[in-house]
């Protein structure tokens, strides 16, 4: 079976549950979509990989947001209903990927995990599945560095969310049309 990962962009409580820094109600309408998507691939042999945007207390990126994610606390934590259903499994089938930029490529080991750098020990995936948040920023820049990569990307709408809605539908005709992204 060639390789298929599934990546989870962001899906922790600072931007998922009611109470977090940066929750929006739209981010809680696509968990169980998301949550079914993650069971699936496990249980199909695919690897997930879930993106935790982590940052210290002195960030630069709460010049633009207000904090959110810090490293260590509650809000930075994978939501309850996904931490569930990974239970157990180790890796490499899942993996947590800390990130402090809106791209998950942005100096984190990503390249390495899908073999996309160069004398990865890892093969590269035939297919990279997105899932996620915000559509219009960490999704979308992620996106865009796997179309750079020339991997081939499939994005699912209903499991992608954004707090702007304008932003959500240009950045999925934008992932379609400029970056080859297959919309599903």
Known sequence: MERQVLLVIDMQNDFVDPRGALSFPQARE???FIRDKVKGALEGGKEVIFTLDTHAPDDAE???FPP???EGSWGQELI???REVVGEV???RVRFLKKNRYSAFYNTPLDQWLGT???SPDPRPA???VVGVCTNICVF???EELANRDVPVKVYRQGVASFDPEAHRFALEQMAKVLGAEIV
Do not use: D, M, N
């Open 68 to 70: 959110h994610c810090l």
């Open 117 to 119: 750098a160069p004398g």
């Open 62 to 64: 709460f010049k633009k």
């Open 127 to 129: 297919l990279v599945e």
């Open 90 to 92: 180790g890796e490499p």
């Open 80 to 82: 309850p209903e996904l």
């Open 141 to 143: 820049f992620t996106v």
């Open 30 to 32: 696509i968990a169980s």
